[in-house]
């Protein structure tokens, strides 16, 4: 039908959608399919099923802990790992595990302080007042460090932690400039009002003008406060720039996009690692967060396109400017970093971590790797069919909430089939779920969806798709050549 086009754009416009039960709410009492069609983590897609929304938190709670006592606290008074791992056990098998979820949910605990309260007594510790960064690398864009550390300002950035830095940073030092007295007048503004001046500029600067200070007094006193962080060491060129922008790594790095200067390879190349290791950590410090923690996922995919010489740059880069070279990192044990890899890439990466003395740090021999990592275990049936709740019960629509917590629509041994042609791994089980729900739909199969029919759509043959990184360490050795 021929439709005016500003008559469509009106209806666009007005973003009124058309409301339609679906197949899924009229059989099942779901929203719509619960389950991805490829659980592939993307924290950029505005869907609960790929970005890290839907977490079961039974899933990897034991490897939470373990994460909480090697990295975070240990429960033996020992100082916390400043390097590690996160692994997957043998056993679990390769990639769709739940490894970049996992990694995903650890970054928020961090970023919020949200630990199990039996894990540690005094969640308000000012110890655990820490910032985390995820980071997810692409194939052959991150080959040398300073990449690397681009990718880390990209990242804080795109998850919106500037903002966050930005209002500590800016209590941090007002609270050196004020009274006890104008103190306690401001803590009584209601928390949102509080959060929304400090993180707005014109309100920030309205705060000041009303307990008396001028915009070139707090700018000073910040000044003062990061060089006291980094005397000998400090960045003068990023200080020159984020006091420029009035203390604000937010509208820094908007200034940098507009001068085209975030991606520009001579600037990073030459002053990205400064930029990080005595500018925005300095800023963070003085911000009061306690412990910058990497989370390095996917490690091989910087591995696998270096050559040898990149490798050992790479590696070397991490122990001087994070573990050795005189820095406000090194000084302030302040960064830690934990590296996920492979479960056969430790093997070939072992050469070029000894030549450049991490093995000091961080061993990678076969059993000594186990006390400074995290391993995710392998997936059990008990496990995956609690996940598969999880996302069903985030989906559910019915009123009086009788289903929840368990399989329905899917009778309690239905997808056991499904899980074992899984090979009990997250992702291909989800994909089965998503498949046969679906499967379900188009047949108009009353509930609950029975073991026979998912023995009967596993018959059929019907594989999850196969993901190009899921073949990265099984090519033949003359296309993989690792060992470089």
């Not at 729900?437 to 009967?456: G, H, N, Q, W, Y």
Request: glycine share 4%; aromatic share 14%.
């Amino acid at each position: 039908m021929d439709q005016n086009p500003f008559q469509r754009q009106k209806l666009l416009q007005k973003g009124t959608q058309v409301e339609h039960q679906t197949a899924y709410q009229r059989l099942y009492g779901l929203r719509e399919n619960p389950f991805p069609t490829l659980a592939m983590f993307t924290p950029s897609i505005d869907d609960p099923r790929r970005d890290g929304t839907i977490y079961d938190e039974k899933f990897r709670k034991e490897e939470e802990k373990k994460f909480f006592d090697l990295f975070i606290q240990s429960p033996t008074g020992d100082r916390p790992l400043e390097l590690g791992f996160i692994r997957l056990d043998l056993q679990a098998g390769g990639r769709g595990n739940g490894k970049s979820v996992f990694l995903h949910h650890i970054a928020e605990r961090i970023n919020k302080q949200e630990w199990h309260e039996s894990w540690h007594p005094k969640l308000d510790d000012p110890n655990l007042f820490a910032l985390a960064v995820h980071i997810l690398p692409e194939p052959r864009k991150q080959r040398r460090f300073w990449q690397l550390i681009y990718l880390i300002f990209m990242t804080l950035a795109n998850e919106n932690l500037f903002t966050n830095i930005d209002v500590n940073f800016r209590a941090a030092v007002l609270y050196r400039m004020l009274s006890e007295e104008q103190i306690d007048s401001l803590s009584r503004r209601p928390p949102e009002d509080l959060q929304n001046s400090l993180q707005s500029n014109d309100n920030f600067f309205i705060i000041l003008s009303e307990v008396g200070f001028t915009r070139s007094a707090y700018l000073e006193e910040a000044e003062r406060q990061l060089v006291s962080i980094a005397p000998s060491t400090f960045s003068a060129r990023f200080f020159r720039e984020f006091i420029y922008v009035d203390c604000s790594l937010e509208r820094l790095w908007e200034k940098w996009k507009r001068e085209g200067f975030a991606p520009n390879d001579y600037q990073w190349r030459n002053h990205g690692i400064n930029f990080f290791t005595e500018g925005l950590v300095p800023v963070t410090i003085v911000a009061g967060y306690r412990r910058f923690f990497l989370l390095l996922d996917e490690f091989e995919k910087i591995y696998m396109y270096q050559n040898n010489r990149e490798r050992d740059e790479f590696l070397d880069s991490l122990r001087q400017y994070f573990y050795e070279r005189d820095s406000t990192i090194v000084r302030n044990n302040y960064v830690t970093t934990a590296i996920t890899i492979h479960p056969s890439i430790d093997r070939y990466l072992a050469r070029n971590w000894q030549r450049v003395g991490l093995d000091g740090l961080v061993p990678l021999g076969p059993t000594r790797i186990k006390a400074c990592s995290v391993e995710l275990g392998a997936s059990t049936t008990s496990k995956l069919l609690h996940l598969v709740m999880t996302y069903i019960d985030y989906f559910r629509i019915e009123v009086d909430g009788s289903h929840f917590e368990t399989l329905y629509p899917f009778s309690e041994d239905a997808l056991e089939p499904a899980i074992e042609a899984a090979r009990f791994y997250p992702r291909g089980t989800l994909w089965y779920a998503n498949a046969i729900l679906k499967e379900a739909v188009m047949e108009e199969i009353s509930p609950p969806i029975t073991r026979d029919f998912v023995e009967k759509f596993i018959r059929a043959e019907k594989k999850p798709p196969v993901d190009d990184d899921d073949e990265l360490f099984t090519l033949p050795t003359t296309l993989n050549d690792l060992n470089g």
